[in-house]
């Protein structure tokens, strides 16, 4: 069910919030907004609804164990990290794993057809963000199963975040007021993204799936203009589609008197990578710099390790976003020019007599790298970005 589908905004969304606001009592709202987010997610994948819980109460268990006698165990929070990174790679990874070994050594193992389950890699990363919090702080986790299934299953942000942290919402979890300026900026920030999501992205991308699909296979080649303006659609649909379901998630949050953190801060107007990345998907950055980049040292231990993290990083960015080669190498491209800004790049960009060139520069490399985004293969990224800069 998505937020711009017809059942979503005249069925599901009203139903759940008038019999929400007739509900009395902070504990009768949250349970039925769990289970609402349960049904939520049932509608669009029944059959992976057991598999959905069953991450969710490992993550309960695990929180359990570690702020009770066997507090700050290396030991449980391992098997916690791997079931939970065992079960999104099984799902999102393995037909990947297996054509690769197939063409690598000429095997046939035949493909699992696996269904990727909906929002997998935003679940269990906020499933993993729990626990390591409660491995850091134990005193931050919850005995109350039903107030970690509405933190990770809450359906504004289950599907494609913002990433949420508990300790950002337990308070407002146990306690909470709708009142009538929220709710009404709550809906007209939902109206924003749906805006955004309708109007924009999904016109852009009209076009962007007719020049992948037909013209860049046609019998005359495909025109640099038309490859351009894919090229522009595609940054414009990518970015409407992301930041304007985020603006929805943030604004049902208010209906429910839940207050997101920001995702997107126009990242389009970055004078450098590294700027890009603190406005774009900014719970998803903030996620990888808590849990993966500062625990390798971040940039504390020397300028060659500081590289080796950042590519690190950046490489598990790209596989998260998708089981593909394009995703990684979109994942080292960006990787590559922040390494390159860290070393000396971005002094000449701080400069103010730099500053329209830094804007242009910042747009065009994360044009180019959309394109690795959005292509089926390494190779006809490139050939795409061929007809960009040589007339046919």
Not at 2 to 21: G, Q
Not at 32 to 60: C, E
Not at 268 to 287: D, I, K, N, P, V
Not at 335 to 344: A, K, M, P, S, Y
Request: net charge positive.
């Amino acid at each position: 069910m998505v937020f711009s589908s017809a059942i979503f905004l005249f069925a599901f969304l009203p139903a759940v919030f008038i019999i929400y606001r007739l509900l009395p009592g902070i504990r009768s709202r949250n349970v039925f907004l769990a289970l609402s987010s349960l049904v939520f997610y049932a509608f669009g994948q029944l059959v992976y609804l057991p598999l959905f819980l069953a991450s969710i109460l490992i993550n309960y268990i695990s929180g359990l164990l570690l702020s009770g006698k066997f507090r700050r165990s290396r030991l449980i929070l391992t098997l916690a990290v791997v079931l939970n990174l065992g079960i999104l790679c099984v799902f999102k990874y393995t037909d990947f794993l297996i054509g690769n070994i197939n063409s690598l050594f000429g095997t046939a193992i035949p493909l699992t057809g696996i269904v990727l389950p909906i929002g997998i890699s935003f679940f269990t990363f906020q499933g993993l963000s729990y626990t390591i919090d409660v491995y850091r702080e134990p005193e931050c986790g919850t005995r109350d199963f039903t107030k970690l299934l509405l933190y990770i299953s809450f359906f504004p942000q289950l599907i494609a975040g913002p990433i949420v942290k508990y300790h950002d919402v337990a308070a407002q979890i146990d306690s909470r007021r709708c009142t009538r300026d929220e709710t009404e900026a709550g809906i007209r920030r939902f109206i924003v993204g749906l805006a955004k999501k309708v109007l924009i992205s999904n016109a852009a991308g009209y076009v962007v799936d007719k020049v992948f699909s037909d013209c860049l296979y046609a019998a005359g080649g495909l025109d640099w203009r038309l490859a351009w303006l894919a090229g522009i659609c595609y940054t414009l649909q990518i970015y409407f589609d992301f930041s304007g379901y985020s603006d929805m998630a943030i604004g049902l949050g208010h209906m429910f008197g839940f207050t997101f953190k920001e995702n997107f801060n126009f990242p389009y107007a970055s004078t450098s990578m590294t700027e890009f990345w603190r406005r774009w998907h900014m719970s998803l950055g903030f996620w990888f710099r808590t849990y993966i980049y500062i625990p390798l040292g971040g940039s504390r231990c020397g300028t060659a390790r500081t590289i080796c993290n950042l590519l690190l990083v950046w490489l598990l960015t790209g596989i998260w976003h998708g089981a593909g080669w394009t995703f990684i190498f979109w994942g080292i491209y960006h990787g590559f020019f922040n390494v390159l800004e860290r070393c000396f790049l971005g002094k000449w960009l701080k400069q103010e007599k730099f500053r329209p060139l830094a804007h242009i520069y910042a747009v065009f490399v994360v044009l180019i790298g959309w394109i690795f985004f959005r292509a089926d293969t390494i190779g006809q990224a490139f050939s795409f970005i061929r007809y960009m800069f040589v007339p046919h």
